[in-house]
């Protein structure tokens, strides 16, 4: 018997805020994936430079740092050229959107962010979330 096994989406979460970081890597533990979570810019650059990654949910602010989560974003590009990169900061402003499009992150959201609205977004690049799911009672 032949079973095919289907590779799991790696999922790397950049977060310092403790609860947003185990909420959102809550979001990602599916069956389907494999969650990396890091806090501050020297883990993430770590785990970026140790395998690819599916998706990537960074903080634009990291560990005090106003532009740790851009360089997040600019490493991601050149390491994980075909991740769908997320970047969510509580201090919007257009010269930090402009330069997070620019290094390829595809969407720029405001905190506090509805987890149904990052579900959606990863859905969209075919990755599974607690909210796309199908539950036990769904079977």
């Known amino acids: 018997m032949h079973t ?3 590779a799991k989406k790696e999922v790397l979460v950049v977060e310092d805020e403790q609860s947003i970081r185990e909420t959102l890597a809550d979001l990602f533990d599916v069956a389907d ?3 990396t979570t890091a806090e501050l810019l020297p883990d993430a650059l770590q785990c970026l430079r140790a395998r690819r990654f599916d998706i990537i949910v960074t903080d634009l602010r990291l560990g005090g740092k106003r532009d740790g989560g851009l360089q997040v974003v600019a490493l991601a590009g050149m390491l994980s050229p075909d991740a769908t990169v997320l970047v969510l900061t509580a201090f919007p402003d257009d010269s930090s959107r402009q330069a997070s499009e620019r290094l ?3 969407h720029f959201l405001e905190k506090p962010v ?3 609205t990052i579900a959606q977004l990863a859905g969209r690049s075919k990755i599974h979330t607690a ?3 199908p539950t036990l ?3």
Do not use: C, K
């Open 4 to 6: 095919q096994s289907i």
């Open 131 to 133: 909210f796309s799911m």
């Open 114 to 116: 509805d987890l149904s």
């Open 33 to 35: 994936n494999n969650v």
């Open 137 to 139: 009672s769904d079977t």
């Open 104 to 106: 390829g992150a595809l």
